[in-house]
């Protein structure tokens, strides 16, 4: 989802994550970047940082807005979420360089089976015949893109009337921010999307 070239730095891929799925225009405080920079010291994939504050936006979309009507209002909002899934992340990978250790399937090959045994649940019996075409994911930035991208083909298996109103309300949650470009418009208009459709199926958070 993001809109910035491969060359940048984390610092800057953290924040252009963090305004996109927050909807809103911020600068990061001191306190903000002091914790991208404790992130970035522990070496962690970028997709994991982000996966954290995607969920934390998520779940202040739900949560009673403060009086800005912005359910995250900083990225120490997503300290929590962003912990967990690097604590999630170390535990996995803890001793998987060890030679007596078997290999195990990487991370984004375990999200597509979960993504896709996940979306049989909760659309049994009428399994969308699209989920059996989707292809494995070939890397972390893979398998979001094809998560998103699985929630926005859900939220078209509503009923029409069901499928409006989602749209009407993920169009809502996204301010009318001058500052924003008309890609990071777009990028977060599909976040909200697919988090209304997620809160629709009630599917869970996958890793």
């Known amino acids: 989802m993001s809109l910035l070239p491969d060359s940048a730095s984390f610092h800057?891929?953290?924040?252009?994550?963090?305004?996109?799925?927050?909807g809103h225009?911020?600068?990061?405080?001191?306190?903000?970047?002091?914790?991208?920079?404790?992130?970035?010291?522990l070496q962690i994939p970028f997709e994991v940082v982000a996966r954290g504050i995607r969920k934390a936006?998520?779940?202040?979309?739900?949560?009673?807005?403060?009086e800005e009507g912005v359910g995250l209002r900083s990225l120490r909002s997503a300290k929590r979420h962003v912990d967990a899934e690097i604590s999630k992340f170390q535990?996995?990978?803890?001793?998987?360089?060890?030679?007596?250790?078997a290999p195990e399937e990487p991370?984004?090959?375990q999200r597509h089976k979960k993504l896709v045994a996940a979306i049989k649940k909760v659309t049994r019996?009428?399994?969308?015949?699209?989920?059996?075409?989707?292809?494995?994911?070939?890397?972390?930035?893979?398998?979001?893109?094809?998560?998103?991208?699985?929630l926005l083909l859900l939220l078209r298996e509503l009923p029409f009337q069901r499928r409006r109103q989602?749209?009407?309300e993920a169009r809502a949650l996204v301010e009318n921010a001058p500052s924003f470009s008309a890609a990071t418009r777009r990028a977060s208009l599909q976040f909200h999307r697919a988090a209304v459709a997620r809160q629709a199926w009630n599917l869970p958070g996958l890793w």
């Open 91 to 101: 535990r996995t990978t803890a001793g998987r360089t060890a030679p007596d250790v």
């Open 25 to 41: 225009g911020v600068s990061f405080s001191a306190v903000d970047l002091d914790l991208v920079d404790r992130w970035a010291d």
């Open 166 to 168: 989602l749209l009407r």
């Open 57 to 66: 936006a998520e779940a202040a979309l739900w949560d009673a807005p403060d």
């Open 107 to 109: 991370f984004h090959v």
């Open 125 to 150: 019996p009428n399994t969308p015949a699209w989920l059996s075409r989707m292809p494995q994911p070939h890397d972390f930035e893979g398998a979001d893109r094809q998560e998103s991208l699985a």
């Open 12 to 22: 800057e891929r953290v924040q252009d994550c963090f305004v996109t799925y927050r």
